[in-house]
């Protein structure tokens, strides 16, 4: 693996079509290849290592058999999806991966003709899937091949994966699902769903049919001669019957070994060639498969920085700050010490959030629901009824999806329910899909909300205390992903009075009052104005909701202008301070407003500076605006 790999067939692939000329031993080797390419390429980029790897067999077999871009092959979540895009004729530009101005880390539409379907969050395969499926069957776009949808088994443990299920089993219409399981999720996956999937290959008699699809396939002189006929007879020995999914309407296939492509080849032919109805193939893969250092991981190589591709070693910037998850996870767990009613709840991301630090210390106070956000909301929410004091802790782009939960279940019955939004703002290189843009916005409406940023780590500290000693009411705390900035930490949190905010430098004329972590730039920003007698009063909100009247009011009345600023869209935090201005008539005054948030756009995969740059919220250009509120632009 240490010299550059040979890769004479993949050389030869430059769309799926030129697969077509390959007999199947040609693509057990094209496999190893596409293997070693993908290995090479995400040590040179960083990124989504182990579930592609654990796909490249299932990959080269899908496009093996099936027509794409006129099948539709969607891949769920997409993380798997860099030997796809190998395959799909971006393999010139797979070393950009994730870089700006480079291709996405996940399937995106506007990429490639081959990513049907763009996604990033899990679970929306099959949906997206069935309705290819319908539009091909009432004559949407005149084209008339498959749906495909690839599925994991974590992505499988969500409600709508069921929903969908449900609906196409109803629907019957001929759909195609790989589930593949590869008993990882980005942890281990928990849940009775997951002990099902397990249960259904120990029960079957898996090694004996793999053994018979290898012997079936290894009479044949030729890969095509009588494989139908073959296959046939394999599938219909390796129908286990009486699974959950054919109670949900679908022919069930397997389990069969997703590594072996002459046991997966003739499977999938079958499939392809006798598929009436919504079909389940359940393919059983390893992640992180046939590079050493991802299958021995606890994570199975889930997530790379870029490393030496001999030992697996990765390259990391070195930092003596502490990540923001690290710091709320630390205070949890202290506060938990202290407060046995003290409980948290994940989906699916233990380590992400940095609840798998407080399980270590309180396992049974740590809940991890699987990728089911809506079920985690509700099931905080319970909790608090029940007396106990959840922090439910999501990236804040994960949240989206338990929104409704948030409204109905959480904020209209008042239920303190702590919401530690991790990953807020933009974060970098999984781009559009992942940024946390809208959170301040969706929660800060809500009535009965508290809604706080954290300035730095030692201010996120503040706020986990605050929140554990919030019992009057929802509560919500965002921060970014990555390092602080180095602040001294205080020993403990102190709990901060609701609705108030700080002042950090006093000036005149301009008031810059900021909400989260732009505060350095802000700092940055005035430290230059300062030196041409530019002396803007700074101040950080804290709470989005409720404002800190007095402060705020203030500001406008002892100013000629007021700049907010956020890393979040518009309808968030310096929307609600327009509100309260107009509300005090301050306008009438004559008082300068600026609101600085993200564009009305999504922004591409960068790194966080970069974006928030074309954001237009960095540090040069909080200067320009401050300058241009004073006309010296
Ligand atoms: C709605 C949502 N929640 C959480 C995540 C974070 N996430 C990305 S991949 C992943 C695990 C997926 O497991 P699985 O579907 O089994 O795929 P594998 O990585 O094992 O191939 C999780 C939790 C996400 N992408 N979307
Ligand atoms: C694919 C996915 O959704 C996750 O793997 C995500 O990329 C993790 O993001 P962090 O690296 O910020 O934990
Ligand atoms: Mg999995």
């Given at each position: ?9 993949l ?68 993380h ?10 971006r ?11 480079g ?9 490639s ?18 309705g ?10 005149g084209?008339?091949?498959?749906a ?5 088994d ?5 409600g709508?994966?069921f929903?969908?299920?449900?609906n196409?089993?109803h ?16 942890a ?70 997703g ?20 079909i ?5 893969t ?7 250092p991802?299958e ?30 690290k ?9 938990a ?48 009824a ?5 922090f ?21 019955q ?7 939004i ?83 430098r ?7 009052l900021?909400?989260?972590?732009r ?6 920003a005035c ?8 002396t ?8 989005a ?7 705020i009011?203030?500001?406008a ?10 890393e ?6 310096g ?7 107009s ?26 500076a ?19 509120v004073?006309?010296?632009?």
């Amino acid at each position: 693996m240490a010299d550059t790999p040979k890769t004479p067939l993949l050389d030869r692939v430059t769309t799926p079509a030129d697969m077509k000329q390959l007999s199947d031993d040609q693509l057990i080797q094209l496999a190893h290849e596409l293997r070693a390419e993908t290995i090479a390429a995400v040590s040179e980029t960083g990124g989504h290592l182990g579930a592609g790897l654990g796909v490249v067999e299932l990959t080269v077999a899908l496009h093996a058999v099936f027509d794409a871009p006129r099948d539709k092959i969607i891949w769920d979540v997409s993380h798997q999806a860099y030997p796809h895009k190998i395959l799909t004729g971006r393999r010139d530009r797979i070393r950009t991966i994730r870089q700006e101005g480079g291709l996405s880390g996940f399937t995106k539409r506007s990429e490639s003709p081959y990513d049907c379907f763009g996604a990033g969050h899990s679970s929306t395969s099959i949906s997206a899937a069935l309705g290819f499926a319908v539009a091909r069957d009432l004559g949407g776009d005149g084209e008339n091949g498959d749906a495909i949808a690839v599925i994991g088994d974590g992505a499988m443990s969500a409600g709508m994966a069921f929903e969908a299920l449900n609906n196409a089993g109803h629907l019957g219409k001929r759909l195609i699902v790989v589930l593949n399981d590869n008993e990882m999720s980005i942890a281990p996956p928990t849940g009775a769903m997951s002990t099902y999937l397990s249960k259904l290959y120990a029960e079957a008699p898996f090694q004996d049919l793999k053994a018979a699809a290898k012997g079936a396939v290894s009479l044949l002189p030729g890969p095509f001669r009588e494989g139908a006929k073959r296959a046939r007879d394999v599938l219909k020995t390796m129908a286990v019957g009486n699974t959950l999914f054919e109670d949900f309407g679908f022919s069930y296939v397997g389990p069969i070994d997703g590594h072996d492509l002459p046991h997966l080849l003739p499977v999938l032919r079958t499939v392809k060639a006798r598929a009436d109805g919504p079909i389940l193939l359940h393919v059983v893969t390893k992640k992180g498969k046939g590079y050493a250092p991802a299958e021995d991981a606890a994570d199975r190589g889930h997530a790379r920085a870029k490393f030496n591709v001999l030992t697996g070693e990765q390259s990391k910037a070195p930092s003596n700050a502490p990540s923001y998850t690290k710091v709320f996870a630390k205070e949890l767990t202290r506060i938990a010490a202290e407060d046995s009613r003290i409980c948290a709840v994940t989906a699916a991301m233990p380590d992400g959030t940095g609840l798998d630090l407080m399980a270590e210390r309180y396992p049974s106070r740590v809940f991890d629901v699987g990728i089911a956000e809506q079920h985690g909301v509700t099931f905080a929410a319970g909790l608090a009824a029940g007396g106990m004091k959840p922090f439910c802790a999501m990236y804040s782009t994960f949240l989206q999806r338990g929104y409704d939960q948030v409204v109905h279940d959480v904020a209209i019955q008042r239920l303190p329910v702590r919401f530690a939004i991790d990953r807020a703002g933009l974060v970098g290189a999984d781009g559009a899909t992942h940024a946390g843009a809208f959170d301040i916005a969706f929660m800060a409406n809500l009535p009965g909300m508290v809604v706080m940023a954290a300035a730095d780590e030692a201010e996120l500290k503040h706020m986990v205390a605050t929140a554990a000693a919030h019992d009057d009411g929802p509560i919500a705390f965002r921060y970014p992903r990555g390092e602080g900035s180095g602040v001294e930490m205080p020993e403990r949190g102190e709990v901060l009075e609701i609705g108030k905010g700080r002042m950090i430098r006093e000036g005149a004329r301009v008031a810059i009052l900021s909400f989260g972590t732009r505060l350095s730039e802000v700092e940055a920003a005035c430290d230059r104005l300062g030196a041409e007698g530019i002396t803007p009063t700074v101040a950080d909100a804290r709470f989005a909701k409720p404002l800190d009247e007095e402060l705020i009011l203030g500001l406008a009345r002892d100013h000629e202008a007021l700049i907010t600023i956020e890393e979040g869209s518009v309808g968030g935090f310096g929307s609600h301070v327009a509100q309260l201005l107009s509300d005090h008539g301050v306008f009438d005054d004559g008082l300068k407003f600026r609101s600085m948030v993200l564009p009305d756009t999504f922004i591409d995969h960068a790194s966080p500076a970069a974006m928030y740059e074309a954001a237009g919220l960095d540090a040069a250009q909080i200067e320009a605006k401050v300058r241009q509120v004073l006309d010296k632009a």
